[in-house]
């Protein structure tokens, strides 16, 4: 059996990094990740999904992913299921990340860097 995603995007925002009660550290990161294909008026629609990131990883990510970088994700998708009132159940679903791999800055940088280069 096999349980695996790799999403490929732009952070919209910085870590948001949580020590929780237990001592274990999270991260949780927004990845915009654009569609392969066109809508129906011919423009490519984005995603925006949120990944957690936990322990080691989410330290090591801290210093590295700032908004706007493009970062390649492998990671699983982890059910949660919840017990409503009136005995009707939700299911939600975890992006958990597994390795994370840094592929560009941001744009602005990207500038940045191409004007210096000049």
Request: glycine share 4%; charged share 30%; aromatic share 8%.
């Amino acid at each position: 059996m096999l349980n695996q995603v790799i999403l490929i995007g732009r952070l919209t925002h910085d870590p948001e990094v949580r020590i929780l009660e237990d001592g274990r550290k999270v991260s949780y990161i927004s990845l915009a990740v654009q569609r392969s294909f066109k809508n129906m008026d011919g423009v490519y629609d984005t995603d925006f999904i949120k990944i957690s990131v936990w322990e080691g990883l989410a330290t090591a990510i801290e210093s590295y992913c700032t908004k706007g970088i493009m970062i390649a994700v492998k990671a699983r998708i982890q059910c949660w299921k919840y017990d409503l009132p009136d005995d009707k159940k939700l299911n939600m679903l975890d992006v958990i990340a597994e390795r994370i791999t840094y592929l560009s800055s941001s744009s602005k940088n990207d500038t940045k860097v191409s004007e210096e280069s000049s």
